[in-house]
């Protein structure tokens, strides 16, 4: 079973303790395509749910990527600065974007689970 939780944007979100780690799910890169470029925000940046925290550029367009939770980033993954295939070959493992420092308790009642995603995108 999945820890993960997912956006209506195709972000997901990995808790332990109060870190979040953010990504975009693998329907969001396949649908992308080659990943060409990921911009990240700079570590100690305080989000806002809902903000935009990240742009991810592919050989078809460009989209926004936007925090699932609020709080403080404590760590980028400069692995897909200098590689940003890994977003396209690992995107819900090696190729998650950013880690937050979360304010208190995270509301993911509004996010779906992994399963309620799947049925989602599903065709």
């Known amino acids: 079973m999945s820890d993960k939780h997912y956006t209506e944007d195709h972000e997901w979100v990995s808790m332990d303790g109060d870190i979040a780690t ?10 992308l395509g080659d990943v060409v470029f990921v911009e990240l925000p700079d570590t100690g940046a305080s989000l806002e749910k809902g903000a935009e925290v990240a742009v991810v550029e592919s050989v078809k367009a460009a989209s926004e990527v936007y925090a699932p939770v609020a709080g403080d980033v404590v760590e980028v993954n400069d692995a897909i600065g200098d ?3 890994l977003v396209n070959e690992d995107a819900e493992g090696e190729g998650w974007f950013l880690k937050i ?11 779906m689970d992994a399963s309620a995603y799947a049925d989602e995108v599903a065709d």
Do not use: F, M, R, T
């Open 101 to 111: 420092k979360v304010a208190g308790a995270p509301d993911l009642s509004e996010l």
């Open 22 to 31: 953010v990504g975009i799910s693998n329907y969001a890169q396949d649908q």
């Open 83 to 85: 590689n940003p295939s």
